[in-house]
């Protein structure tokens, strides 16, 4: 049995308007108007044990709904789903034991203590002995640098502050799978770094099973192996990043700096995409020309003074999936 | 060994929300008297009603105060103790935080509780206990331990039922954002309520506050055993006596409601 499994998990969400007040809330008990949305329109997949995926989609796609699913808080309306051998919503206080969560835009800390008071609340909610709780408070305390933090309230933390206490928070009862949504979303450079440094390093030498859900592309080129694309409540592509990419599109780039502007710069076998001053992008197909060839042609024609080959960025590749895809 | 967990888990929730109210130390200490205070004012306006009319139904302004203080000691208690209840729809529900206490391996009404326990409803305690001790010495009351132990279960079973009501507030939460104004009628128009006997009310008034929910079991019922009057509506000496298990129920009740509000929640997300 796979360490995490779903088989097409179906939930539909009624989203109801309302009338305000009293009145139209009274109302809305009883009869409720509004529509359907189907968040999950099933959804399959299995994660080996130790594996960091990443979870990718548009808002709205299905990405927290499947997390919500899998970490026990929402029942599906139909489909199939364990976690370690537990159905999450079934077995609800057991499965949460094996699992950790950080949601980037909500804190689980309690906002007006210091941190290490609610390092201990956590421990006596999930009942870890005294010692245990001592020992990996102390390792996490080194690894993601929080000695000078645990004495300060939450709300003084900054952003990157708060996400490695967050981050400290999800794994004090040493859970098996940690669940990441959004982990680095308004971090500065540095603080993304740390936070990719810490997961890679959790994911290595703990052997942490990881979903990673997130907007920025980087965080997954820079960890997960995996991918999964959902949009519309349907998984669009299970794979390697590499292999997304040439589902959707095989051409490569070449981008050139020029000591004159360029203007005159054509070939028949690339196009021209974006220009910027003296900087050239263009695209060409590998199946017609091979990237040497043309290099060599477009060096001989034009002042070169720079030149990089490279893939298509990912985000464009993303939003030409959802574009095919949209409803 | 989950019920020592659990027990230990709500003393540490105690103590933090506590300590935190401690910083404020001055802030602590007006709440706290202004809640006496406030209190105060509203005794003194029962207490002029009587000096101009005598009685009420029959009752003196002595038996009202028996019925007074009961009914605000019960309260506070509740607003003390349940006050996470009461703060739940506005401060979890609506910031999306109830998915937080689902992940976490302790029921959810443990966690609900342990957000807040607000100490300075004490203020409302001790008013409550003063015009309680002053009703016991102005009646001569004689405390038999049966009497007092009554008293004390009735106190007890009243904060059970009006921690009912902020479960059942809650609840409600999970359905609409407007709970606190529905609830607030039934919970705040029942303490005023329980400050006068029930005698006085209308009978379906009355039904209401007796049937769907227990309020009479909190003060007007043990105090008639307490006062050893009759009643007019004839309720046997045996509920008076056993009242203070309504309040209990009531409130066990309103938990197996509650677990039902966090299944519509984990069916339909919102």
């Known amino acids: ?327 | 060994m989950k019920i020592k967990g659990s027990l230990r888990l709500l003393l540490h929730y105690v103590a933090v929300s506590v300590r935190g109210q401690m910083q404020y130390k001055t802030s602590f200490a007006i709440g706290l008297v202004a809640q006496f205070l406030l209190m105060g004012v509203e005794w003194i306006a029962i207490w002029s009603l009587f000096a101009r009319f005598g009685n009420l139904a029959g009752w003196t302004l002595p038996e009202v105060a028996l019925l007074y203080g009961m009914a605000n000691m019960a309260f506070a208690i509740s607003e003390t103790a349940a006050r996470g209840f009461d703060i739940f729809g506005y401060r979890v529900v609506k910031q999306g935080d109830f998915d937080w206490l689902l992940l976490r391996p302790r029921s959810t009404a443990l966690q609900v509780a342990g957000l807040e326990f607000r100490l300075r409803y004490l203020g409302r305690f001790a008013q409550g206990a003063v015009v309680l001790a002053w009703a016991t010495a102005k009646l001569g009351i004689g405390w038999t331990l049966a009497k007092a132990g009554l008293a004390a279960a009735a106190i007890l079973g009243g904060a059970c039922m009006f921690s009912g009501l902020f479960v059942l507030q809650a609840v409600l939460s999970f359905w609409t954002t407007e709970s606190l104004e529905i609830l607030n009628t039934v919970t705040y128009g029942g303490v005023e309520t329980a400050q006068y006997p029930l005698a006085i009310y209308r009978d379906w008034f009355r039904k209401f506050f007796t049937y769907v929910i227990p309020l009479a079991c909190l003060n007007y019922f043990p105090a008639l055993a307490i006062l050893g009057r009759t009643d007019p509506s004839g309720v046997p000496a045996v509920i008076q006596w056993m009242s203070p298990v309504f309040g209990m129920l009531f409130l066990l009740v309103t938990l197996r409601i509650w677990d039902f509000g966090v299944r519509h929640y984990r069916s339909t997300g919102s």
């Open chain 1, 1 to 327: 049995m796979p360490f995490i499994e779903a088989e097409h998990l179906v939930k539909t969400f009624h989203v109801s308007e309302r009338e305000p007040g009293i009145g139209g809330a009274l109302r809305g008990l009883f009869h409720r108007r509004g529509r359907e949305v189907r968040a999950l329109d099933g959804v399959s997949f299995a994660i080996r044990e130790g594996e960091m995926l990443g979870y990718i989609g548009p808002n709205g796609a299905g990405k927290s709904t499947t997390v919500k699913v899998l970490g026990g808080i929402l029942v599906p309306d139909s489909g199939t789903c364990t976690v370690m051998g537990r159905v999450p919503w079934k077995d609800r206080v057991a499965h949460v034991r094996t699992i950790g969560a950080v949601f980037g835009q909500r804190t689980q800390l309690w906002w007006g203590l210091p941190v290490v008071e609610s390092f201990d609340l956590l421990r006596d909610i999930y009942g870890v002995a005294a010692a245990e709780h001592a020992r990996v408070l102390a390792e996490l305390v080194e690894v993601l640098e929080l000695g000078p933090l645990l004495s300060t309230p939450v709300r003084q933390l900054s952003l990157g502050q708060r996400m490695r206490c967050d981050l400290a928070a999800s794994l004090l009862h040493s859970p098996r799978i940690l669940f990441l949504d959004e982990p680095t979303i308004g971090l500065d450079a540095p603080a993304k770094l740390a936070v990719r440094d810490f997961l890679r390093k959790l994911n290595r030498e703990k052997g942490v099973t990881v979903l990673l859900t997130t907007h920025d592309l980087d965080d997954i080129e820079a960890l997960c192996e995996r991918v999964l694309l959902i949009n519309h409540g349907r998984i669009l592509h299970d794979g390697t990043l590499a292999d997304l990419r040439r589902r959707v599109t095989g051409e490569k780039r070449v981008v050139l700096d020029l000591a004159d502007d360029g203007r005159d710069v054509s070939d028949p076998d690339a196009t021209v995409i974006r220009r910027e001053g003296k900087r050239i992008h263009l695209s060409f197909d590998p199946t017609r020309v091979t990237a040497s060839a043309l290099i060599s042609r477009l060096t001989a024609n034009h002042p070169v003074r720079d030149l990089t080959v490279e893939n298509p960025p990912i985000e464009e590749i993303i939003a030409r999936i959802y574009k095919d895809t949209a409803a």
